[in-house]
């Protein structure tokens, strides 16, 4: 088995395969700023290609746990109307400053049904583990201490407990997207 990547080769032989994907990438939606993460092996071409589409991811959150692992989109302005696309392809952050910074990072993933995003999160416990990667490669653990449902318009779930600690928070609809389901999660 030959496991040396040969770019040049690669390009020769089966550049039919990101150009697949190019129209893959004009079926997305998204708003500017927004980020997708390209999964696919190959040359990065796709990957080129969403960038010029103006998306970027942030980082990664993986809940061991519940089996997910997903990248962090930054998509600049949040309003219900600028997230609903970008919520569609991973989870956003909402509120916050860097991945892994001091402060609460929240982060929002839709309660999708069949248990993707954050369709999962109701079966978290207290202790349970978050693992939050940034784009550096350092990933830090963080422990739920706190899970409760409240209103949308609770903007409390914001703010840290203590700015000179790491804390995480997810957001997802619960109660027939009535109410919003929060996990906060501190540095272990």
Known sequence: MNI???????????????????????LLKSPKG???????????????????????????????????EYPILEIGNIDPESAKEPMKISVI??????????????????NNKSGTMFGKTKKLSEGDIVELSDLEGKTIQYSIYNIFTTSPNDVNILLPRD????EVTLITCTNGNKQRLILKAQEI
Not at 40 to 47: E, F, I, K, R
Not at 100 to 106: A, E, F
């Open 93 to 110: 952050k909402y509120w916050g400053e860097k991945v892994n910074d001091y402060g609460n990072l929240s982060l929002a993933g839709h």
């Open 34 to 68: 927004a980020a997708v993460l390209d999964l696919g092996c190959g040359n990065g071409a796709l990957s080129v290609k969403l960038l010029e589409k103006g998306y970027k991811v942030i980082g990664i959150v993986k809940i061991p746990k519940i089996n997910i």
């Open 4 to 26: 040396n990547w040969d770019a040049k080769g690669y390009k020769e032989n089966f550049s039919f395969v990101h150009e697949y994907g190019e129209d893959v990438v004009s």
């Open 163 to 166: 700015e000179h600690v790491r």
